[in-house]
């Protein structure tokens, strides 16, 4: 009788088994390094874990602590002993990123339980002007940074052309602030909580038309983290599964955009849900990111949940509330949950792991089985996209 | 200037707005490349363009990120379709809508050369106009269009 040469082990999955995420808004006194350990901290504790159990770290940038290493240093003063660790550059995608390769590293075998976190003192640490003028740095140092541009100058050239080609309007855009900030009135962690109107939204101080200050997201100090680990035992609630990712890179700058309707974020959530195996109507709670109103109003219509030139009107229709059919940002978004870098997008995934786990306390939204989380770096420049799944 | 300065950048210092062009297919480029979009190839070269174009974006800026720009703002920042194809963020002159038709100069604004573009003047009426249009008074005469650079 010959031998059958032993089944193959099926690959570990990687399952979200731990969050944590500080209130963001200024704290002063903090640093980088002192905002990581606090969420960090919190998701080993989500996840009943202790540090020495932790053999992969991911971590991002800090625009306040432009250091080298980043990942080791945290190791260091983290008293963390990983196999593997290195950080991640890629703007607002950042995050989302970090969750993917956490992922691909469990799903490989190369790490059994990966931390990613990330922080920064980014509005105590710094005048705002210098945190600007850095953040402007993602336009071309030649030919569109000289001209006295910024990320909301970048952002608001991208909105006038949108309202142009889809019919959308400022009322439309101020509705999406109006919608993040009614979220952030439920958590006590969101920077920006006072009531707002789409009066208040028109009439804030211009910042660049067609954006005003409320089309913007605030900066503030504030840290994420996320434990991936292969065995989901342990962890509290129901088991949320890393289920499929995706990226598009097709542009760095504004100007090399070829088209408002089609800049990556479709392709990325494509491959998404074709390696989750979901279609997107089974999708039953959204994470976009959402650095200006433009930026939500274009991920919402480009990934095909809302109509082009329609967010607005199912926002209004109570489609994105916690009730809705598709609930969305349920934290409050960078809109007013606030903007920290890249644990600004990395709050997005702690909420969607949150609400998909049925643990989201009185921010619960409608049950869901499938989130699609999704963040843009740059000028909708680079494009990743996230589907969890919560499992039985 | 020195000799990390880009192509792009020493043509805006003379007063020239340039663009790549792929030598082997001839397809123009946005942005600063080192292989060509549409076939690959990197034998690309440098070329002063027309300036004229038509406004894809446009958007007042009323927060400046510097104190330099403070001082001139709001300004009007835009982004153009060249009419050789490439698209380019610059000053905009009042009165620019998205569609409109412009011209491009040389600008000198918080210390950095630039260009601006203005409304292209109305063709003149008669037989002899063919739709194009003419560099506003004071601009520097355009150089040929396709002018390779060493």
């Given at each position: 009788m010959a031998l059958r040469p032993p089944l193959p082990r099926p690959p570990p999955l990687p399952y979200l088994v731990g969050v944590g995420l500080t209130p963001f808004g200024r704290h002063d006194g903090s640093s980088a390094i002192g905002l990581m350990a606090q969420a960090a901290q919190a998701a080993l504790d989500d996840a009943g874990m202790e540090r020495g159990q932790i053999d992969g770290l991911l971590c991002g940038y800090a625009t306040t602590l432009p250091h080298l290493m980043l990942s080791t240093l945290f190791v260091e003063r983290f008293a963390l002993q990983p196999a593997y660790a290195h950080s991640v550059q890629l703007g607002g995608a950042t995050g989302a990123a970090l969750l993917m390769l956490a992922g691909d590293l469990v799903r490989a075998g190369r790490c059994r339980r990966v931390l990613v976190v990330a922080g920064e003192n980014r509005l105590s640490g710094q005048a705002r002007d210098s945190a600007i003028q850095t953040l402007a740095q993602v336009g071309d140092a030649d030919m569109e940074v000289p001209n006295g541009a910024s990320v909301p100058a970048y952002y608001a050239l991208l909105a006038a052309r949108y309202l142009h080609e889809t019919g959308t309007t400022e009322a439309d855009l101020a509705e999406l602030a109006v919608l993040m900030r009614r979220h952030a009135q439920a958590h006590p962690g969101a920077q920006l909580r006072s009531p707002l109107s789409v009066?208040?939204?028109?009439?804030?101080?211009?910042?660049?038309?067609?954006?005003?200050?409320?089309?913007?997201?605030?900066?503030?100090?504030?840290?994420?983290?996320?434990?991936?680990?292969?065995?989901?035992?342990?962890?509290?609630?129901?088991?949320?599964?890393?289920?499929?990712?995706?990226?598009?890179?097709?542009?760095?700058?504004?100007?090399?955009?070829?088209?408002?309707?089609?800049?990556?974020?479709?392709?990325?959530?494509?491959?998404?849900?074709?390696?989750?195996?979901?279609?997107?109507?089974?999708?039953?709670?959204?994470a976009l990111y959402d650095s200006f109103t433009i930026t939500l109003a274009m991920l919402l219509e480009e990934l095909g949940f809302a109509p082009r030139g329609g967010s607005a009107a199912l926002a209004r229709a109570g489609h994105f509330g916690p009730q809705g059919a598709l609930p969305l940002n349920l934290h409050g978004g960078l809109l007013s949950y606030g903007h920290c870098g890249v644990a600004g997008g990395m709050a997005h995934a702690v909420e969607a792991v949150l609400q998909l786990g049925g643990r989201a306390g009185v921010r619960q939204g409608r049950a869901a089985t499938h989130a699609l989380v999704h963040a843009d770096g740059g000028v909708m420049s680079s494009h990743v996209s996230l589907v969890l799944t919560r499992e039985a | 200037m020195d000799s990390t300065t880009s192509a792009f950048t020493q043509g805006l210092a003379a007063g020239v707005l340039r663009y790549q062009r792929c030598q082997a297919c001839g397809q123009a480029l946005t942005g600063q490349r080192w292989a060509c979009t549409a076939c690959g190839s990197a034998r690309l070269a440098w070329c002063d363009a027309a300036g004229s174009g038509t406004v894809w974006a446009v958007s007042q800026v009323h927060?400046?990120?510097?104190?330099?720009?403070?001082?001139?703002?709001?300004?009007?920042?835009?982004?153009?379709?060249?009419?050789?194809?490439?698209?380019?963020?610059?000053?905009?002159g009042p009165g620019l809508a998205i569609?409109?038709?412009?011209?491009?100069?040389?600008?000198?604004?918080?210390?950095?050369?630039?260009?601006?573009?203005?409304?292209?003047?109305?063709?003149?009426?008669?037989?002899?106009?063919?739709?194009?249009?003419?560099?506003?008074?004071?601009?520097?005469?355009?150089?040929?269009?396709?002018?390779?650079?060493p």
């Open positions: 009066a208040d939204v028109l009439a804030s101080k211009p910042i660049a038309t067609p954006l005003k200050l409320a089309d913007c997201c605030p900066i503030s100090d504030g840290a994420a983290a996320l434990v991936v680990a292969a065995d989901p035992s342990g962890g509290p609630g129901p088991r949320v599964l890393l289920r499929g990712a995706g990226q598009a890179h097709r542009h760095q700058h504004l100007s090399a955009l070829q088209s408002v309707l089609a800049c990556g974020a479709a392709e990325a959530a494509q491959r998404a849900l074709a390696e989750a195996g979901v279609a997107p109507a089974q999708i039953g709670h959204l | 927060r400046a990120p510097t104190d330099a720009w403070r001082a001139l703002a709001p300004y009007t920042l835009v982004l153009v379709d060249l009419d050789e194809g490439p698209r380019v963020m610059a000053h905009g569609g409109a038709r412009v011209l491009a100069q040389p600008v000198l604004l918080a210390g950095q050369a630039l260009m601006r573009f203005d409304l292209a003047q109305p063709p003149m009426p008669g037989p002899a106009s063919s739709g194009a249009t003419s560099p506003p008074l004071g601009a520097t005469p355009p150089r040929a269009p396709g002018t390779t650079l």
